[in-house]
């Protein structure tokens, strides 16, 4: 009998789609053995990715930074990055992908549904990407001898819904030959993760519902909505006529701003609000605010606030970004993504994020602050203290583990020069070597332009004699 069989015939047998409530799988009652396997994600798709704008933006922009990263190995002593040949599984996981597209696939899975799979195909060469709503997660109670007992996970029962076909029979794979990646853990359960849609599913709705509401506004109230009052008693007859007619003329957003004609003794009131009036802006940012901090995504980056002090703001936001989100996302990744590789001894796969564009400013922030210790080296290896001590101290930022006994001599040494813009700028000026040569200076003032063209001073009087007598005067 196959492993799958054995598993799904146990009666004490868990599957993940039990425990929570914000679970994309679910379980018919009559078969509490296997699961039947709902198709939630494409509803997830069509509800929060297709349908909302701030989920789309949100959306794209953690898929685009996420994926700009690249694989490497680093060293865990001296933390140094390299690569070699064995990271070309995740360099190209499949005819005609790079890594940028396996992160882009598995951050797509991880929104929508909160976990992602990759099979590595034995004997293919390639990585396959398993859809998070046909896969159930398989795993089996462990006693411990002494006591005890805890969940081991055993494998995956992937499976398509009845109504889709050409898609194959259901199929178990191992827990060694499939990547789960699941960031944010499920609270209720024991190996599955949750999507950040989760919490904020009801702003989504809302945000639906307002560009919903929109849209009807626009349709059938873009001019003012009217009480129209006769002073004598109508016909139910006249009273539909009239309505019919004044929709059919005013109604709508291309009749707005009409001049509207009424019969006599009718009397048209106003009633409604304008979008202004209710304030649609507002209360539709709100929304989107909470749904951008769920997504961990800065408003600006989207295009949702405007930018600060000549586009600081977007580097500030870019970085915050990078820091709170896509770090401990790559972190992540890297970990569940290692037991594809032959990782070295001593190592972990690791990323780099040197070739980010927009996480140039960081780097340059981070290379300032290497200066910044480089410096503080030189100057305690040049105080006496020995090279093993001056690191140890800059980088635990304890001066009392500093031991005299070096080779460097305070004073013996030249100046260093701060690379780095000091606190009060100004232009300081030494007095250059007495044996480098001087420039020649002219014997002419510099005023005339060198060519000694300047005219001859003359006396006062004599410019007065010259002035008179142009004037006619004796």
């Given at each position: 009998m196959r492993l799958v069989d054995r598993l799904l015939s146990r009666r004490d047998g868990y599957w993940e789609g039990l425990a929570s409530g914000a679970a994309i799988l679910s379980t018919t009652?009559?078969?509490?053995?296997?699961?039947?396997?709902?198709?939630?994600?494409?509803?997830?798709?069509?509800?929060?990715?297709?349908?909302?704008?701030?989920?789309?933006?949100?959306?794209?922009?953690?898929?685009?930074?996420?994926?700009?990263?690249?694989?490497?190995?680093?060293?865990?002593?001296?933390?140094?990055?390299?690569?070699?040949?064995?990271?070309?599984?995740?360099?190209?996981?499949?005819?005609?992908?790079?890594?940028?597209?396996?992160?882009?696939?598995?951050?797509?899975?991880?929104?929508?549904?909160?976990?992602?799979?990759?099979?590595?195909?034995?004997?293919?060469?390639?990585?396959?990407?398993?859809?998070?709503?046909?896969?159930?997660?398989?795993?089996?109670?462990?006693?411990?001898?002494?006591?005890?007992?805890?969940?081991?996970?055993?494998?995956y029962w992937v499976e398509p819904p009845k109504t889709v076909t050409d898609q194959g029979q259901g199929e178990f794979y191992p827990a060694d030959e499939v990547v789960h990646w699941a960031p944010i853990p499920d609270p209720v359960a024991e190996f599955r993760g949750m999507s950040w849609?989760?919490?904020?599913?009801r702003d989504v709705q809302g945000d639906d519902g307002m560009t919903t509401y929109k849209i009807k506004y626009l349709d059938h109230a873009a001019s003012p909505n009217l009480l129209i009052k006769y002073a004598q008693k109508l016909q139910p007859g006249t009273v539909d006529r009239i309505r019919e007619r004044v929709n059919a003329r005013y109604g709508g957003a291309a009749n707005a701003f009409k001049t509207l004609v009424l019969d006599q003794g009718a009397d048209a009131t106003v009633i409604g609000s304008n979008l202004q009036q209710m304030d649609f802006s507002n209360v539709a940012a709100a929304g989107a605010e909470r749904i951008l901090a769920a997504a961990g995504v800065p408003g600006v980056l989207v295009g949702l606030e405007p930018l600060r002090g000549a586009g600081r703001g977007y580097q500030e936001s870019m970085q915050k970004f990078a820091n709170i989100w896509g770090r401990p996302q790559w972190r992540s990744v890297c970990g569940a993504l290692s037991q594809l590789l032959d990782v070295p001894a001593g190592n972990r796969l690791w990323f780099d994020t040197s070739d980010i564009a927009a996480l140039q400013d960081g780097e340059m922030e981070r290379g300032q602050a290497a200066l910044v210790r480089a410096q503080a080296l030189l100057a305690l290896v040049q105080a006496g203290y020995t090279h093993e001590s001056a690191i140890a101290a800059v980088d635990a930022m304890d001066l009392s583990q500093l031991q005299a006994g070096g080779t460097g001599t305070p004073g013996s040494a030249a100046p260093v020069q701060h690379m780095l813009g000091q606190q009060q700028p100004g232009a300081t000026a030494e007095p250059l070597p007495p044996t480098l040569p001087r420039l020649p200076v002219g014997s002419t003032s510099p005023g005339d332009g060198g060519n000694g063209t300047r005219p001859t001073p003359r006396p006062a009087a004599a410019r007065r004699a010259i002035g008179a007598g142009a004037n006619g005067h004796g």
């Open positions: 009652y009559a078969s509490p053995d296997r699961e039947t396997v709902r198709p939630q994600l494409a509803v997830w798709a069509q509800q929060a990715h297709a349908n909302s704008s701030v989920v789309f933006s949100a959306m794209l922009t953690r898929m685009s930074l996420f994926c700009e990263v690249s694989f490497k190995f680093q060293a865990k002593d001296d933390k140094h990055l390299f690569g070699n040949t064995s990271l070309a599984k995740l360099e190209e996981p499949w005819p005609g992908g790079a890594a940028g597209d396996l992160l882009a696939r598995m951050e797509q899975d991880v929104s929508l549904a909160g976990n992602a799979y990759i099979w590595d195909a034995p004997g293919e060469g390639r990585l396959v990407r398993k859809r998070p709503d046909w896969t159930t997660i398989i795993s089996e109670l462990v006693q411990v001898p002494g006591g005890g007992q805890y969940r081991r996970k055993l494998g849609l989760t919490p904020v599913y």
